[in-house]
Nanobody, 122 residues
């Protein structure tokens, strides 16, 4: 069992930056691929970024490539999402999630955090 708690969301102007954190409980954090997803009002949850167990491999949605960076610190049981050049249309609840066997498909993820709100004003 893994419990995930996101933090770092808030209100930011268009073009600004935020850094999200996701703290995981348990001693098995390093055995999970970690992902970030987001869900805007009235829209389906969408993939944002994922990072491998070691942190060496990452994968991003085309819409955030070059602006967002996912990283992890296995010693701290934490995964991060650095978001730069934010756009108003990226206003959403951002979720971190853990999977033992998936990569970027939401249905493959086993554990989810409660989400953190990111609001980008124009």
């Amino acid at each position: 069992q893994v419990q995930l708690v996101e933090s770092g969301g808030g209100l930011v102007q268009a073009g600004g930056s935020l850094r999200l954190s996701c703290a995981a409980s348990g001693r098995t954090f390093r055995t999970y691929v970690m992902g970030w997803f987001r869900q805007a009002p009235g829209k389906e949850r969408e993939f944002v970024a994922t990072i491998s167990r070691s942190g060496v491999n990452t994968y991003y949605a085309d819409s955030v490539l070059g602006r967002f960076t996912v990283s992890r610190d296995n010693a701290k049981n934490t995964v991060y999402l650095q978001m730069n050049s934010l756009k108003p249309e990226e206003t959403a609840v951002y979720y971190c999630a853990a999977t033992s066997s998936g990569w970027y498909v939401a249905d493959e993820y086993d554990y989810w955090g409660q989400g953190t709100q990111v609001t980008v004003s124009s």
